[in-house]
């Protein structure tokens, strides 16, 4: 191939190149996907199982899983739904609910021995008008006059292990101290509550109504700087 004619070629190729690498880092290359009763959309996009960081369609972090009963997942928690206008949406813990309290596991039931802000990565945060539910594993009996002083409910497990509604999640930061019981390991679970204050003993319906995570969403581009017009009779290179 003559030197001019396989630079025209190298050339032709640039847009396609550009075309492909915009489509796997701007999130806009997937089709929207439906998944259960969900429709998966930009920034989102459904994986599928044969999906690389390499031939992926969409931004890394808005990735889902669809699996267990056609139900979407991300980063290990269960999508209930998704508010694309609010840049929000609504998870829930599922193994809190199928592992943690589950009666009839091989390893025991027990009080979730985790937050679930564990499991969350970029670009997502838990939002700060969830409540707080505070789990305890005890290793010592209490008695009845700490749990009604501490609002304590106990939970299906019964094995020391109890549960308190807390106020606003991000009224949390320097108030552990207000949950603290000695002898107990506290996690703390976000929940979202519609209206009203959390009632700790509906702690299983909270769980399984799932609690708000938000994600930011990119800001506009700067506007470029204007530039006055160049002077009549004036050639500016």
């Known amino acids: 191939m003559a030197p001019s004619c396989l630079l025209l070629f190298l050339v032709s190729l640039v847009p396609v190149m550009l075309v492909t690498a915009a489509d796997g880092q701007g999130g806009k290359g997937c089709s929207p ?13 459904l994986a599928s199982e044969e999906a690389t960081e390499t031939n992926d369609c969409g931004v890394r972090g808005f990735q889902v899983s669809c699996y267990v009963n056609n139900m979407p997942y991300l980063q290990r928690l269960q999508i209930l739904n998704i508010f694309y206008d609010k840049a929000s949406l609504l998870v829930a813990d599922s193994d809190k609910l ?5 009666t009839s596991r091989y390893d025991g039931c027990h009080a979730p021995m985790f937050n679930s802000s564990t499991k969350l990565g970029n670009p997502f945060s838990i939002s700060p008008i969830n409540q707080n539910l505070i789990f305890y594993n005890c ?3 209490l ?9 304590l409910v106990e939970t299906v497990c019964r094995n020391n292990t109890f549960v308190r509604a ?3 999640y991000d009224d949390l930061s320097g108030r552990y101290a207000d949950y603290f019981l000695e002898g107990c390991k506290a996690i703390v679970v976000p929940a979202f509550i519609k209206s009203g204050k959390a009632n700790a003993s509906n702690y299983m319906q909270l769980l399984n109504d799932g609690f708000l995570l938000t ?3 990119s800001p506009p581009p700067p506007l470029s700087p204007f530039k006055p017009p160049p002077p009549a009779g004036k050639l500016t290179l």
């Open 98 to 102: 199928l592992k943690d309290f589950n």
């Open 33 to 45: 996907t439906v998944c259960g009763n969900l429709t998966i959309s930009s920034p989102f996009w």
């Open 143 to 151: 008695g009845e006059e700490v749990r009604q002083k501490s609002g």
């Open 139 to 141: 290793t010592k009996t």
């Open 215 to 217: 994600w930011q969403q």
């Open 166 to 168: 807390g106020g606003r």
